[in-house]
T-cell receptor
Framework: KQEVTQIPAALSVPEGENLVLNCSFT??????LQWFRQDPGKGLTSLLL?????REQTSGRLNASLDKSSGRSTLYIAASQPGDSATYLC???????????FGRGTSLIVHP | DTAVSQTPKYLVTQMGNDKSIKCEQN?????MYWYKQDSKKFLKIMFS???????INETVPNRFSPKSPDKAHLNLHINSLELGDSAVYFC??????????????FGEGSRLTVL
């Protein structure tokens, strides 16, 4: 059964810092991995989707990488802004049920 | 236009009541899901439907009954509500099933409070 872990659970940084959020998974036979953002009281917004054949995806200041062999993905946020404050979740879809399994998220606060 | 919409957004009810949450997606996806997010913000899959057929039913009490009248709708009916059912319920959709499942899109969530 796939298990997804996100480290750190919480992060507080000053504006302008470059950040790395980590997502690890136990079963490397994945189909894709998706990063989401969740604002308080809101739904999940998709940030990046990486297929198993890809190594990374980029969108603006966000870059997500995937290393299946080591069971890891990282979300890199460049030049962080207060508006980046949210909870970031990763979801891994792997064999078996084909249902995305979520980590518990990293709660990010970027202060001015 | 909202891609995945859920109603109601908030639901407050008494223990023992029966309630429903509706979900509709206008993305043309063929797979829909219900997730439950508990007080610690952990998202857990409850059900998944592909082309109106149930493909995943995790360990969920049979008081929860999903219904998919067509590919664009997946409703959740809950009987005999209990305090522990209080949570935020999220509907999601994606295209394809099995190894070809694409990007997952979520609704805004329905916050259920059982008193």
């Amino acid at each position: 059964k796939q298990e997804v872990t996100q480290i750190p659970a919480a992060l507080s940084v000053p504006e302008g810092e470059n950040l790395v959020l980590n997502c690890s998974f136990t079963d490397s036979a994945i189909y894709n991995l998706q990063w989401f953002r969740q604002d308080p009281g809101k739904g999940l917004t998709s940030l990046l989707l990486i297929q198993s054949s890809q190594r990374e995806q980029t969108s603006g200041r966000l870059n997500a990488s995937l290393d299946k062999s080591s069971g890891r993905s990282t979300l890199y946020i460049a030049a962080s802004q207060p508006g980046d404050s949210a909870t970031y979740l990763c979801a891994v879809k792997s064999g078996g049920s084909y249902i995305p399994t979520f980590g518990r998220g990293t709660s990010l606060i970027v202060h001015p | 236009d909202t891609a995945v919409s859920q109603t109601p957004k908030y639901l407050v009810t008494q223990m023992g009541n029966d309630k429903s949450i509706k979900c509709e997606q206008n993305l043309g996806h063929d797979t829909m899901y219900w997730y439950k997010q508990d007080s610690k913000k952990f998202l857990k899959i409850m059900f998944s439907y592909n082309n109106k057929e149930l493909i995943i039913n995790e360990t969920v009490p049979n008081r929860f009954s999903p219904k998919s009248p067509d590919k664009a709708h997946l409703n959740l009916h809950i009987n005999s509500l209990e305090l522990g059912d209080s949570a935020v319920y999220f509907c999601a959709s994606s295209q394809g099933s099995g190894s070809r499942t694409g990007e997952l899109f979520f609704g805004e969530g329905s916050r259920l409070t059982v008193l």
